[in-house]
């Protein structure tokens, strides 16, 4: 190691989308400016938090966790904010934190080398094209390796911060996205998995002229690369869910069976004034259709309850929905007014209790689904890839339909897929035994 190597801290809040800007950040500092990797924040010539602006309590967590690395830092250690919050906060975080060095947007990765050298450096353009800039190499896991499609997202759902943050969707050239794929299954990585706001949508509009490809064929050219053994992606929107990419997904054998179909709201009025573009029947079909041509297959959602001038009647669609669709796995949320959304401006919204009853009658309904589902897991024999090392002794890793189990075995299990057979399923995770190797 050189004497002039520098150490970077960065704590990564949010989504899939973020851990992936944290690579992507991590890759350019180790070979531009010579950074390397530190856990400990007190040796940190650089410390970044990359942000989530999706609710509430993020934001207010940046400036709590921010406040605390100010208190732990070295002398002359610089801090820098990024992500989401920094892009719709931009310059009111030196305003709130002024011991901050600089602030760098959701779509301003690749500024991340002038940001470290310039004072106060600020950058929060949403529409900064990054969509054909070639990032380094850096990976958080050597067994499956996450990589955008698309950048930015043109839905307007009322509720969301995201499109403010992130800007307008442009989609990653397909040779890009398969030159990135086929490094990483060189290099060892046996999944792969794809980024968007909404990946079924690739493919409507890139930054220059690009062959005609939707998401379904980019599904298949992935699927055709020596290595790739598995693709997950995240996150479809139920309204791109056609019949092509259905049947795609039921028959390729490399996809993973598992879909994140995000509802929101079971209720179609509620869903017209989230301007989702969808429907409580079409989703409930989308979900039977892909129920019926994938047995076994996965199907975990996102839902918001007490979205302004949401009814009790209009909740009990959402429940009607989680009765009839048996999700494996939901993130549920009270609706949260964000900044710069129309749903914020509402005049109609829920009281908290109200909000608090809901949250808990879902979530109290699905850990009963849940543990029917899970307690039904429990003989079956699932093909799990393994790829980390747990406390006491286990390795976990995924079934091919996204299910956590676990094993006793050490580092030589990482990496590889082997049958297990589920003999203590919980909620959280399968528990199971080694029955042989694929």
């Known amino acids: 190691m050189s004497a002039a190597q ?33 856990q400990d924040i007190s040796e940190a010539d650089l410390i970044l938090i990359n942000t989530c602006s999706v609710r ?3 934001v207010h967590k940046l400036f709590s966790e921010v406040g605390g690395f100010e208190k732990v830092k070295k002398a002359g250690a610089k801090i820098g904010v990024c992500g989401c919050t920094a892009s719709h906060l931009g310059s009111e975080i030196f305003k709130r934190a ?24 600020i950058s929060t353009d949403i529409n900064h094209d990054e969509s054909e800039y070639a990032f380094g190499e850096f990976r958080g896991s050597p067994y499956k390796s996450h990589i955008n499609i698309s950048i930015g997202c043109d839905k307007k759902c009322t509720y969301c911060i995201v499109p403010h943050t992130r800007g307008d969707e442009i989609s990653i050239p397909a040779n890009l996205i398969l030159r990135e794929v086929k490094k990483a299954a060189e290099g060892g990585a046996k999944e792969i998995f794809l980024l968007g706001q909404n990946v079924n949508n690739y493919g409507k509009r890139f930054s220059g002229a690009h062959e ?22 995240t996150s479809p929107h139920p309204l791109h869910m056609d019949d092509k990419f259905l049947e795609i997904f039921s028959q390729n054998p490399k996809i993973c069976k598992s879909m994140h179909m995000p509802l929101q709201s079971g209720n179609t009025k509620v869903l017209r004034e989230m301007k989702r573009g969808y429907t409580k029947e079409w989703f409930l079909d989308r979900a039977a259709r892909l129920r019926a041509m994938c047995p076994g297959v996965s199907i975990s ?42 749903a914020a401006e509402f005049t109609n919204q829920i009281p908290d209790a109200a909000a608090s009853a809901r949250l808990t009658r879902l979530q109290s309904r699905h850990n009963e689904i849940l543990d029917e589902i899970v307690a039904a897991q429990k003989g079956k024999i699932f093909d799990v890839y393994f790829e980390e090392l747990r406390a006491n002794g286990g390795v976990a890793g995924r079934s091919f339909n ?26 959280m995770v399968l528990y199971g035994e080694l029955v042989g190797q694929i």
Do not use: W
């Open 6 to 38: 520098k150490k970077l801290f960065i704590q990564t809040l949010g989504c899939a989308m973020n851990v992936r800007d944290s690579e992507h950040i991590i890759a350019e500092l180790k070979q531009k400016e010579d950074y390397e990797l530190t």
């Open 56 to 58: 509430e309590k993020p």
């Open 98 to 121: 002024p011991y901050v060095d600089f602030v760098l947007g959701a779509r301003n990765v690749s500024k991340i080398s002038a940001a470290v050298k310039t004072p106060k450096f």
């Open 212 to 233: 005609k490809i939707d998401f379904s064929d980019l599904l298949v050219k992935i699927s055709e690369i020596d290595g790739v053994e598995r693709i997950r992606f």
């Open 301 to 342: 959602t996102d839902i918001i309850v007490a979205f302004p001038g949401e009814t009790e009647e209009e909740f009990e669609d959402t429940m009607d929905v989680l009765e009839k669709v048996r999700f494996e796995q939901i993130f549920s949320f009270k609706y949260s007014p964000r900044p710069m959304t129309k």
């Open 402 to 427: 996204n299910f956590l189990v676990q094993v006793a075995g050490s580092e030589e299990l990482l990496g590889k897929t082997l049958k297990v057979r589920v003999n203590d399923p919980k909620r």
